[in-house]
């Protein structure tokens, strides 16, 4: 018996044997054995008493739950002795790889996943919504616009992403919405979103909006009779509530000009940062609330935001630092950090291209990088042993690195440099010969597997890894996937110093999906003397876009502009490379 059979669940059985009616379904079984299956996984779920010591001690009795004959009881007692199935495993060779994670999205049912999977190359819930933002899904048999919409109504549920919250990036489309359309009653500099939304978190719980304005009435008016609106959850004189078809809620606030200021700092939060000032405010007896910076019954500012800060003896505090993490300390000690800004980025350090699994080719890519006036681009495509994303062997990347000499010999204003996103092995070794890593201009490597290592083992896996003389970045280091995948365990201190010591940078990546690093371990990494990279993780020219998020993260994670390196222009880049240090 395996060390871990005796721990094997009823929940257990019930998951091996639903995945298995999910895999039947797929690849269009008889509708009698996928429906066995299925009831065998509803009835075990539900069995009073444990199955494995029954399985164990007493097989034959395992007949006696409903829907449960010799051959289904068979297979509970090989998953309960070697805790796994083999029936599984060959189904699974034989699906479409990510079918499954696909199902559980509501709407996608066999055919549909299958259509994802092998039509569309679509593996994961992120590659879904990737396709889904781009527009790629309505060509396909059974989608179209609506579908598509609604898919990306589904991965923005909280349910989705747990914790009643959505994705910012998900949320922005909706703000810049309701903002545009209330501009027909209130100047554009008079609105703004405040809340978590300003502050860039990574997720949001709902929409504060606000709105300076002396007709409060037609501002709500107007809010309320917004086309989106599901619910107008409450509406009173300068303030009401809608719900929007997607599920986010909506807040609106309408503040009179003279407390435009206070208002905007009150909402933005956050609640801890807030109540710091306040207590600054205290000691010099004011007081600050959302109409007004106050001497007793006198109000002495609040029409401008500054107001707030100027009132405590305080500088500017940007919102993304407002978390009350050391920023009021550090605005009193005059050492805030100056931020970096999208504008000082001069590349983008991670893209795919269709060599792997982007969805746009190796040129198309550049001339999309070079329109918006980057002076370098990375194509990272990824290694072999990443399968579902078609990964190059050491053949296709030198193929591809003559290819880029080509393209480079007819770009005018970049250069995309030849890079790989290479796996790391569960040893702490990488899935590419080190020729190849050689060759490359900038190597990144990241985990792609083997998640749920001890945080001893993971931490030895990644500092192996880091000290290969040819990497230069570690790739999404956590391996987050917001809402649905914890980061992975590892010792950052420990990972930090041999970053340090190996001349390795560490990545935010500004997919929305993970913005990885979060912003805590950023700032921990950049205290303990790390560089960083933000790359987009592009997989087609559309997701070049997506940068700015990760500036938004690093911002949170008080990265100034020395601390990223593709803030540098190409020359100051390649000294930091394996070819050039």
Same mark, same amino acid.
């Given at each position: 018996m395996s060390p871990g059979a005796s721990r094997v669940e009823n929940a257990e059985v019930a998951r091996i044997f639903r995945e298995v009616a999910e895999l039947l379904d797929i690849q269009g079984a008889n509708a009698f054995r996928i429906r066995a299956y299925r009831n065998a996984a509803r009835a075990i779920e539900e069995w009073p008493a444990p199955i494995g010591p029954m399985a164990r001690k007493q097989p034959a009795q395992l007949t006696d739950i409903p829907g449960i004959g010799a051959d289904l009881a068979g297979k509970i007692g090989e998953i309960v002795k070697t805790g796994r199935l083999h029936l599984l495993a060959e189904l699974a060779r034989a699906s479409p790889r990510g079918a499954v994670e696909l199902l559980r999205v509501p709407g996608i049912g066999p055919r549909r996943a299958r259509v994802l999977a092998e039509d569309a190359g679509v593996r994961t819930l992120e590659g879904l919504a990737r396709a889904a933002r781009a527009g790629r899904l309505r060509g396909l048999p059974g989608f179209g616009a609506r579908s598509e919409q609604a898919i990306l109504r589904h991965l923005a549920q909280p349910a989705a992403l747990g914790d009643h919250r959505m994705l910012r990036a998900t949320a922005v489309p909706y703000a810049q919405a309701l903002v545009e359309h209330l501009r027909a009653v209130a100047p554009a500099r008079a609105i703004e979103v405040a809340g978590s939304y300003r502050r860039r978190r990574d997720t949001v719980g709902d929409l504060d909006l606000l709105v300076a304005s002396d007709t409060p009435k037609r501002v709500v008016e107007r809010f309320t009779s917004y086309p989106g609106v599901v619910e107008v959850m409450a509406r009173g004189a300068t303030r009401a509530a809608i719900r929007l078809a997607s599920g986010l809620q909506v807040d609106l606030r309408v503040l009179a000009p003279a407390c435009w200021g206070a208002g905007l700092y009150y909402f933005t939060g956050s609640k801890a940062h807030n109540i710091a000032v306040r207590k600054l405010a205290a000691a010099r007896g004011l007081k600050v609330n959302e109409y007004g910076v106050w001497r007793g019954a006198r109000q002495v500012g609040g029409a401008r935001e500054q107001d707030v800060f100027d009132a405590v003896g305080l500088p500017w505090i940007p919102p993304e630092l407002r978390e009350d993490r050391g920023e009021i300390e550090a605005a009193q000690a005059g050492t805030l950090p100056r931020l970096v800004e999208a504008k000082d980025l001069r590349g983008d350090l991670q893209c795919?291209?269709?060599?792997?699994?982007?969805?746009?080719?190796?040129?198309?890519?550049?001339?999309?990088?070079?329109? @918006?006036?980057? #002076?370098? $681009?990375?194509?990272?495509?990824?290694?072999?042993?990443?399968? /579902?994303?078609?990964?190059? %062997?050491?053949?296709?990347?030198?193929?591809?690195?003559?290819?880029?000499? @080509?393209?480079? #010999?007819? $770009?005018?204003?970049?250069?995309?440099?030849?890079?790989?996103? /290479?796996?790391?092995?569960? %040893?702490g070794t990488l899935d590419l010969d080190d020729d190849t890593l050689a060759a490359l201009d900038i190597v990144l490597v990241a985990i792609h597997s083997k998640f749920e290592l001890p945080a001893r083992e993971q931490t030895r896996r990644v500092v192996m890894a880091l000290s290969h003389p040819s990497v230069d970045v570690f790739a999404h280091p956590t391996g987050r996937a917001i809402g649905r995948r914890a980061p992975v365990a590892f010792d950052l201190a420990a990972v930090v110093r041999a970053a340090l010591e190996h001349g390795v940078m560490l990545e935010v990546n500004a997919q929305p999906e993970r913005l990885d690093l979060d912003d805590v371990r950023c700032r921990a990494a950049i205290e303990g003397g790390a560089r960083i990279t933000i790359g987009s993780d592009a997989h087609s020219t559309d997701e070049l876009a997506l940068l700015p998020f990760g500036v938004d993260q690093a911002r949170r994670g008080w990265a100034r502009q020395a601390d990223v390196a593709n803030t540098r222009p190409l020359a100051g880049l390649l000294k930091l490379l394996h070819g050039g240090r």
């Open positions: 795919h291209s269709t060599d792997s699994d982007g969805h746009d080719t190796l040129e198309t890519m550049a001339r999309a990088a070079e329109e @918006r006036g980057y #002076a370098y $681009l990375a194509i990272t495509d990824h290694s072999p042993s990443v399968r /579902v994303a078609q990964g190059l %062997d050491r053949r296709g990347f030198l193929a591809q690195m003559r290819r880029i000499d @080509r393209l480079n #010999a007819k $770009l005018k204003t970049l250069t995309v440099l030849k890079g790989a996103e /290479v796996d790391i092995h569960a %040893d």
